[in-house]
């Protein structure tokens, strides 16, 4: 059996009270908390501070069964004046009665922050069962991407925009710099194989861009005849 009471003693003669099932185990833990400055106790933090680790002793005070550990150990905590002990609570297996002090209260914080909470099996199979049969009408489909995009608009604000830019005219020189970029910017040809071009039931429709709106040049029997309407136009623009 490796289970029982131990105590942690300082050359100042208060001491750490506790149980463990493994001492070996719980001992190491209590120099790794200790050794990073993390350990739960303040005062056997201040005092491993003070002495370092060769100044803490732990000893092996009783033998028992698993199920009787809090019982012994409340008895030991118990036969002790608590001022007298490291312990941060005077029932042994909680800390009743016992609060973290402002900064530690920040440290926690901070090193939980940011980090994701995993999720059980079960809290994701509620999520889903939740969801499952749930749809969304087009129009919610449609203001649920766009908040996720961060695009979402209210109605205030487009018509807040609206007023801003109603009357507002481009200067010529921003004209003139709009159509030369698109002069310039290549095109893609339509299935017609020319470019401006477009099939309009029966017929095929020709179209070109100036100061940025669109110009019709009228609707043709062939696609070579609208495209040649469409070069025509340009070649006027040009000259």
């Not at 050359?11 to 833990?29: D, E, I, N």
């Not at 409340?74 to 007298?84: A, T």
């Not at 507002?168 to 921003?174: A, G, I, L, M």
Request: charged residues 25%; proline residues 4%.
């Amino acid at each position: 059996m490796n289970s029982g009471i131990y105590i942690i003693t300082t050359p100042s003669s208060r001491l750490y009270v506790g149980s463990a099932v493994k001492f070996a185990h719980r001992w190491r833990v209590h120099l790794y908390n200790l050794r990073h400055r993390q350990h739960h106790s303040r005062a056997l933090q201040s005092a491993y501070d003070k002495y370092g680790e060769a100044g803490l002793t732990f000893r092996k005070l009783l033998i028992c069964a698993k199920p009787d550990l809090l019982f012994y150990e409340q008895r030991v905590i118990d036969s002790y004046p608590f001022s007298h002990l490291y312990n941060v609570a005077p029932v042994a297996g909680n800390q009743l009665g016992f609060k973290h002090s402002p900064e530690t209260k920040a440290a926690y914080s901070a090193a939980r922050r940011g980090v994701p909470r995993p999720r059980t099996v079960a809290h994701t199979q509620k999520i889903a069962d939740a969801r499952r049969g749930k749809k969304l009408s087009a129009a919610a489909r449609a203001n649920q991407s766009a908040a996720q995009k961060g695009r979402l608009k209210t109605p205030e604000h487009v018509a807040k925009v609206a007023a801003l830019n109603r009357g507002k005219k481009r200067s010529p020189e921003v004209c003139a710099a709009m159509s030369k970029r698109s002069a310039n910017r290549p095109r893609k040809a339509t299935t017609s194989g020319f470019v401006g071009v477009s099939r309009k039931g029966n017929k095929w429709q020709a179209r070109i861009s100036v100061n940025g709106a669109r110009k019709g040049l009228g609707y043709h029997d062939t696609a070579q005849a609208a495209g040649e309407a469409v070069q025509r136009a340009v070649a006027a623009l040009s000259g």
